[in-house]
């Protein structure tokens, strides 16, 4: 049996690929189950295509809480474990579990209240409004199943166990190309649900997941008999995973209402150029798969390591991220930029859609490495505790920005849709300027405040 790694003592290089590779495989066959989900609404009809593209802002916003919250309790758990202190990473873990399941009860409640409104907000009526909620209803009732497994892999990445989430989703993927058609179309007792067999299969998988992940955590020692006593909440344990891990939901929100920003000035357009969104997206989210990869990585590295005190390590491990993700994404721009045509026509026979996705891909092929740099230092930044910057560049680039140049650039200037594509790559970048710039001074100052405390300590090293 390989033993597990030592992320504070064992080689940065060795670490990045042992925890990145199954994060990025394991992403591709998420990413490739979303595909399977866009392939199975193609064949019912473009609207129903079209309702899977405006389902995702309000589907990304159950990914985003789940993701936070995983994102902040690996930050504790993982700096708990860094500095020896067990006891806490296991009070953090059952913590994380009541945290989790609090709010997606909540997302729950609220996503069946408000998804009517919503979707009429960004323009959905009639056959288009009821396709969209027979698919988000039933998403939005297994909250708890999405956000219990982000939180369970919270524990595991925090372990330095990458490898176990993988397996769930490459089995889901599999499960996923059975279950989709068998739900769509019926037989062998199920009756025909067409676009709510989609989201009923999806449920039912993160269900299983739920299942195996706890078994895998059982294994790490995190959770343990007594796991049960400290699942009632606490208010410093709460106080703690609500500062950690709701900058970063909060952050990954901002991303959800950045797709409702760019949907509704798509819309403009017409169905075709959501649709067309909805495509390209899922084929960025591919290319991207190597950046969430070191994203998880970066995360679980800087935590650790931090909580030893081994500062020198995060720096390393931020800057042999950075590089490896823009070296890898120099292929993916080179890879999009050319097959663009052929990948939308994998989707769709529709030469409108075809048209609006290729012009989408072709401006977002040059944006791939923004995304790599502003992934790797969010995450070294939610490592180091210092979550709160994620959200205000989310802010920035999502919303705060990007509606006055999509205006200006797709109805002030008459550029018209590829305006709007135009407006991403001159936001991206200039966000990702500036979380350059700001990691690096937060590095810098951390560094300072280390050295200092060893001052203070008599150079016995940073205070307990």
């Known amino acids: 049996m390989i033993p597990p790694p030592d992320l504070i003592h064992d080689p940065i290089p060795k670490l990045l690929t042992r925890l990145a590779v199954p994060v990025g495989t394991g992403f591709f066959f998420n990413t490739m189950f979303n595909v399977v989900d866009t392939f199975y609404g193609g064949l019912i009809s473009t609207q129903a295509l079209a309702a899977l593209s405006l389902s995702f802002p309000l ?176 208010r410093e344990p709460f106080r703690r995973l609500f500062g950690q891990g709701v900058p970063a939901s909060l952050n990954m929100l901002t991303v959800s209402l950045g797709i409702f920003v760019i949907t509704w000035f798509a819309g403009r357009f017409g169905k075709e150029a959501v649709a067309a969104y909805g495509i390209g997206t899922r084929i960025e989210q591919i290319v991207l798969l190597p950046a969430m990869g070191l994203n998880v990585a970066v995360l679980s590295l800087a935590a650790q390591n931090f909580g030893a005190g081994k500062l020198a390590r995060v720096r390393e491990t931020l800057s042999r991220a950075v590089r490896a993700g823009l070296l890898m994404m120099a292929g993916g721009t080179v890879l999009v930029f050319v097959a663009a045509e052929p990948l939308v026509r994998l989707f769709t026979a529709d030469p409108l859609v075809v048209a609006h996705g290729v012009t989408f891909l072709r401006v977002e092929a040059l944006v791939l490495g923004a995304y790599t740099i502003l992934y790797v230092n969010n995450s070294a930044l939610q490592g180091l505790q210092r979550p709160a910057f994620a959200l205000w560049i989310g802010l920035f680039r999502q919303i705060l920005l990007p509606v006055p140049v999509f205006w200006l650039l797709a109805v002030g200037l008459g550029w018209g849709l590829p305006g709007i594509w135009w407006g991403v790559f001159l936001v991206t970048w200039s966000a990702a300027a500036v979380s350059l710039l700001y990691t690096r001074r937060v590095l810098r100052l951390v560094t300072e405040e280390a050295d200092a405390a060893i001052m203070q300590n008599g150079g016995n090293g940073p205070a307990p």
């Open 59 to 234: 589907f990304f916003i159950i990914l985003a809480i789940g993701a936070g919250t995983s994102m902040g309790s690996t930050a504790l758990i993982g700096h708990a474990m860094g500095s020896g202190r067990r006891e806490d990473a296991e009070l953090y873990a059952a913590q994380a579990i009541s945290f989790g399941i609090f709010h997606a009860l909540l997302l729950t409640v609220g996503g069946l209240a408000a998804s009517p409104a919503i979707f009429r907000l960004m323009g959905a009526s009639g056959g288009y409004l009821e396709l969209a909620l027979a698919y988000m209803n039933v998403i939005v009732a297994g909250s708890v199943f999405f956000v219990g497994n982000y939180v369970l892999n919270s524990m595991l990445n925090a372990s330095g166990d990458t490898k176990s989430f993988r397996n769930f989703l490459v089995t889901g993927f599999f499960l996923n190309l059975v279950l989709d058609p068998w739900f769509m179309y019926g037989g062998f007792g199920v009756p025909a649900m067409g676009i709510r067999g989609i989201s009923l299969a999806t449920v039912m998988i993160q269900a299983l997941g739920n299942i195996y992940l706890l078994g895998r955590v059982r294994r790490t020692g995190l959770l343990s008999g007594r796991s049960l006593r400290l699942l009632r909440p606490r």
